[in-house]
């Protein structure tokens, strides 16, 4: 069988990290970018840039490079959140058609999503948050501030302070 981990995109991501200087994969980033952008102005931030503001505000971190490296483990919590406290939310089959998308499989799961991203991150060798100079001790400060971040409005379920704390540690 086919790998889960296998997809147009992941080859073009992996071409662009590998070989920064190829034009057609830096052009196909760019439209990637682009349609990112128009898709967060119109669906609206969550978790990963609710917790990605106040990271950014207090160590030196890009803002990329850590939405990147919460990026997994915000959409494990959120679909974790999501099958416990509303198991019958719109959001749930959004995770899974975004998944099936990114696998190439009609098959997939949500948590096959998670294992793409997950999988993504590591061939493009995402660092750590420790990397920035973040800590176990800046946890419940970086959580206040994300908690009243905006972008936490638009998560498709509200996680906990324990939830994000459990988030910012596996990111860690």
């Known amino acids: 069988s086919t790998p889960l981990y296998s997809s147009a995109a992941s080859d073009v991501y992996k071409r662009q990290y590998a070989h920064g200087r190829d034009a057609a994969a830096r052009q196909e980033m760019a439209v990637a970018s682009l349609f990112g952008g128009l898709a967060l102005a119109n669906a609206g931030l969550g978790a990963v840039h609710g917790l990605a503001a106040p990271l950014g505000g207090m160590f030196p971190a890009g803002h990329g490079a850590v939405c990147a490296r919460l990026l997994p483990f915000v959409m494990a919590a959120n679909i974790a959140a999501l099958e416990t406290r509303a198991p019958h939310s719109p959001a749930l089959a959004r995770y899974e058609d975004v998944a099936r998308i990114l696998t190439g499989k009609p098959t997939a799961s949500a948590r096959d999503g998670v294992q793409w991203v997950t999988m993504l991150c590591a061939d493009l060798a995402v660092m750590p948050l420790v990397r920035f100079g973040v800590t176990e001790a800046a946890l419940p400060s970086i ?11 638009a998560n498709p379920i509200s996680l906990t302070d324990a939830e994000l704390v459990q988030i910012l540690r596996q990111a860690l």
Do not use: D, I, N
């Open 143 to 153: 959580v206040a501030q994300a908690q009243k971040a905006s972008s936490m409005k």
